[in-house]
């Protein structure tokens, strides 16, 4: 018999429709994993058994699209410090265990990253699971899935807030942002903040600096640097990096058109991009001094990590590591220093998490995140953590895991534990009936 973990997104929408339902929930209550249906147990003992991904989550919360019947999914980790905030993924997933295994990851991720960057949010993470035969380039098509994944983040009254992510770009925002208060990284022209990219760029290359001052490496100027991958965020971390005068940038790209612009917009920088395919992961072998995945997840692994030529990896793609503790181990005893991706790229939700306070030209509260002066700037908490690293003897994860647990325990000074409260109100009020 299959288990419905093994069911493909659209086969488990079309069994949770079949049962009469268009939602779901499973949250954690006292060291369980409760189910809102019976019938849907089993994948609460698998949540429970996940012990590399599920950590204690507080909801997940599943729907059905009412008339595109796309599943959609929100993901709350932990919300001491504040609403579980994280951006909205539309991406293909084969079997509903992946869908939930990157949205348990991300929305973890995303408790520490806000954690270290000192933001008073938790960690969330919206998914919305893409079928080949969504026709994902129609401005219809998509209006209709974002109005209806908004009416999604309404119902769930607060306790999740979406945001831009893989495959969702300021458009869809502006869709969501029609059907729900509970959004960020809208537009400018609405009030938001707008694409976030450029900032999470110009984070991850003040990690690199960091990186490279930990091990007394001098600045990027003459530096070798590979990518996987350019898109919004690699593209501007090729600018960062042309601005600091590096000495070469190799990156591979899927896309032939995105190639072509790159060539067009970088003519005359020392630049070369290479196609790649789906799963290609050569690039990552390639000498240099820095390595920046910028791609998705999961690719820094026991197959593409003795091939690393790199004495840094510091890039943009979340949940770089396959395993924390096995993966970051690897890394370590080949003499790789790993720059925690939720340390490095935390200025895409810095930069939209606190749009509802208003825009100020040059905001200092962004701009400190850039400096070498402030305590929590991203260079300084980079130094840090490598530096708790090799003085503990331990992996630059666990490391940077040790910070950011330690600042996700302190509640938010006026609203800590309230989502936990939003979720149970969800429980009692029969939300998944």
Request: charged share 20%.
């Amino acid at each position: 018999m299959t288990r419905l973990v093994d069911l493909s997104p659209e086969a488990f929408a079309a069994h949770l429709t079949s049962l009469g339902r268009r939602r779901a929930y499973f949250v954690h209550d006292n060291g369980v994993v409760r189910s809102s249906h019976p019938e849907l147990a089993e994948i609460a003992t698998h949540l429970l058994g996940d012990t590399r991904d599920y950590h204690r989550h507080e909801g997940v919360f599943l729907e059905v699209g009412a008339t595109t019947g796309a599943l959609f999914g929100a993901f709350v980790h932990n919300t001491t410090r504040g609403q579980g905030q994280g951006g909205l993924r539309y991406w293909p997933y084969g079997d509903l265990a992946s869908f939930l295994s990157d949205g348990l990851r991300l929305s973890h991720g995303m408790t520490r990253k806000s954690a270290l960057a000192g933001l008073w949010w938790g960690g969330g993470k919206g998914l919305i699971a893409r079928h080949i035969d969504h026709p994902y380039h129609d401005v219809g098509f998509r209006e209709r899935l974002y109005t209806e994944y908004a009416g999604f983040v309404a119902s769930l009254r607060g306790c999740y807030i979406t945001a831009e992510d893989a495959g969702t770009g300021p458009a869809d925002m502006a869709v969501v942002h029609r059907g729900t208060r509970f959004v960020t990284c809208i537009p400018p022209a609405l009030g938001g903040a707008g694409n976030p990219s450029p900032a999470t760029a110009k984070g991850v290359v003040c990690a690199m600096e960091g990186a490279l001052a930990h091990l007394g490496l001098g600045a990027l100027a003459g530096k070798k640097i590979v990518m996987q991958g350019t898109g919004n965020v690699g593209a501007a971390m090729i600018g960062e990096l042309v601005q600091r005068g590096v000495g070469s940038i190799l990156a591979s790209e899927l896309s032939p058109a995105r190639r072509e612009q790159l060539e067009r917009e970088f003519a005359g920088a020392p630049l070369t991009v290479v196609p790649a395919e789906p799963g290609d992961n050569r690039i990552l072998a390639e000498p240099c001094d820095i390595l920046a995945p910028n791609a998705l997840g999961g690719v820094l692994n026991p197959d593409t990590i003795p091939g690393i030529q790199a004495r840094i990896v510091c890039g943009a793609a979340n949940n770089q590591l396959l395993d924390d503790v096995r993966d970051g181990e690897a890394l370590r005893a080949r003499g790789i220093v790993y720059v925690p991706d939720f340390l490095c790229n935390r200025m895409g939700i810095v930069y939209c998490a606190n749009e509802q306070y208003g825009k100020v030209p040059h905001d200092a509260a962004i701009e400190r995140h850039y400096g070498r002066d402030w305590d929590n700037a991203v260079f300084v908490v980079t130094r840090r953590a490598l530096e708790l690293a090799e003085r503990e003897n331990i992996t630059s994860a666990a490391a940077a895991n040790r910070l950011a647990d330690a600042l996700a325990t302190e509640p938010h000074p006026i609203w800590g534990h309230r989502a936990r409260a939003i979720i149970a109100g969800l429980v009692a009020d029969g939300w998944a009936d």
